[in-house]
């Protein structure tokens, strides 16, 4: 039997690339098109429809549903002739078609060299994150054509393209999207001054030919409402992600507002040119577009979300010196464009205006802030290596363990960044799988019962009388009720930080074994819904932490608008407290600091049975997914490791301070967040 060649290995990974990349299209297209005909492609219906504003004899803007350019309108004018049923599967479909096209570009536009094996992952990577990415899927159910001035601009700065071809195409961009007239200067700044002119020229002979046929639709639309502006839903909507929606939504209004955000669009187009102009010359043709676009979307009065797609575009740019902080930037882009505000930051005064205006944030650090390297920079395809532990002797038990072999885990400290991102979009995973089971009372409550009749089988039903003796004794009562809402985030986060400091290495293996276990508990929520001794009615349990909660309404009081109450089985304030004692006696220097990791899991299980939260199975349900939590993480990965470096490894040569090209104010502390400046730390 032969071995697999690696070319092989390779065809077939990118045969499941292309395979998974085809799926997530068709499930774009087949989501659209299940929509009922008044929520699919809406926007597209309120141009186009049978009672469109491009069918009716009146002026495009008169009732405030036509958003484009005259020009756009002229262009859109021919497909009011096809305006019937079949319409909106060609017209997905054409979406779909120029979302391909547009991954295609952007595999073309990556800096050269490149390697083969990017060259044959990028076009799919690309097309599958944009699939995925809320500016495209929002175009997909609007019917928006906000795609086509993005491929058309990326097809102009292609480096075969001639100078004509560019300047006509960025001409026809700008003409559908007016804020694609930031490219002329940037086009201007790179030396492609013929282009530049061509480009303005076509804008220019675009407009002029639109306000020729359009005259009074040209005049509101440029005149009136400034190009555009005004258009559409209410400027300080969540949906307008500009410099200009922000201070809107900030109390600003009138002139003050005005002065404010054109001192603002200034500099933050001055600064974002200037570096989209750099990295142009440097030879990364996407990662300028990306910046100027990202420009475009600050400094627009308005940037809907189907027009922030260049934000995605971003993420091709390389930041951080070190191997661990290379992912750091196009993770944190590809959460924002891809997930909600609350599943980034949760909902609490003075962080959530974080997660509300997350890719506003993106666009101005990409624009403005984020170091990206240049490809002269000795860090471009050597980044600072991460330190791994010594491979295990081949003459070591059990040869097939780790079954993940490949995946090396590093000594090295995380990107702290990134660690708070993953375990926040983790939270929010852990509380939407947590949810949904919520709607089967009968059959938790079922599931309960189930539980008592084991434990009375058992002899080990003592629920009921611990917590009736519990409330008799308030002090006692109290002590348990702060125990339980308090330790169970507070001491599992505390030793994670501590972990992360002092013993890095550690925090790596015991934070997988960690997630693990939750992905364990989760699957047991989903499965096996168990309603807590609290919320069974008729048997005269008494909720100590919450109080008495109504089990004849349908939401059983406001609780259960934050969690799902039925998620009791295992228990993980049982396992997440075990965990911390399995990772104290393992790492604790003191004698006294295992023994209390070892007593906080029974104080956890008297906890959760004397306020009615859980039954003692659950305790055993939250110790075994534990275990297997620990086993899983030993079989796919491996043992924890053997040593946890506590001193600095010496500096390298090649680890020598970077002259940064573009000095800005603050990119010092950028530099810090994306590791640019922390290569000493291995």
Known sequence: MTAESPESRVRMALGVVWLLTALLTARQAAAVLRLPPGERLTELETWIGPHGVLRMPGPLYENGTFTGTPFAGLVLKPLTRSAEQSLGVFWTFGTLLLVVALGFAVARGLPRPVSGRTRLFAAPVAISLMVLSLPVRNTFTLGQTSILPVLLV??????????????????????????????VPLLWLTGRRRAAATAAGTFGASSAFAWALLPHDSATYWVHHLAGAGLGGP????????????????????????????????????????????????????????????????????????????????????????????????TVVVLVMTLSSTALVPRIDGVRVIGENAPLLAALAAACAVPF??????????????EFPDPAPSSAPR??????????????????????LLIRVGYWAYSAVRLPAAGARGNAEEHGRQILRLERMLLMDVEYAFNHAVVKVPWLESAMNFAYTSFHFLVPLVLLGWLYRRRPAMYRWARTTLSLTTLLALIGFWLYPLAPPRLMPGLGFIDTVNGPQDLDSPEFGALTKISNQYAAMPSLHVGWALWCAIALALIAPWMWLRIAGFLYPLLTVVVIVGTANHYLLDAVGGA???????????????????????RPAPRRAAEAPDQDPLPVPGLGAMSRVFGATDARRS
């Not at 993940?404 to 000594?411: I, S």
Request: hydrophobic content about 55%.
């Open 154 to 183: 990326l097809l102009a700065l292609l480096p075969q393209v001639s100078a004509r071809r560019s300047g006509t195409l960025i001409g026809l961009a700008a003409a559908l999207q007016p804020t694609a007239l930031l490219f």
């Open 373 to 386: 390297l240049s490809r002269k920079s000795p860090w471009w395809d050597r980044a600072v290596p991460a």
């Open 624 to 646: 075994a997914v534990v275990a297997a939590g620990f086993g899983l993480q030993y079989v796919l990965l491996g043992g924890r490791p053997q040593r946890d470096p506590d």
């Open 399 to 420: 040869r097939w363990i780790p079954l993940l072999g490949f995946w090396r885990r590093p000594l090295s400290r995380p990107n702290l960044l990134l660690e708070l």
């Open 235 to 330: 400027a300080n909507s969540l949906h307008n992600q500009s410099l200009h929606g922000l201070l809107l939504r900030w109390g600003l209004s009138g002139v003050t507002e005005v002065a404010v955000f054109a001192v603002l669009a200034v500099a933050v187009a001055v600064i974002g040119l200037r570096r989209a102009a750099h990295y142009a010359n440097d030879g990364q043709l996407l990662l300028a577009a990306a910046l100027t676009g990202c420009v475009a979307v600050a400094v627009s009065p308005t940037a809907w979300l189907h027009q922030q797609l260049w934000i995605l575009l971003a993420v091709v740019g390389r930041a951080g010196r070190r191997q661990t902080d290379r992912m750091v930037w196009p």
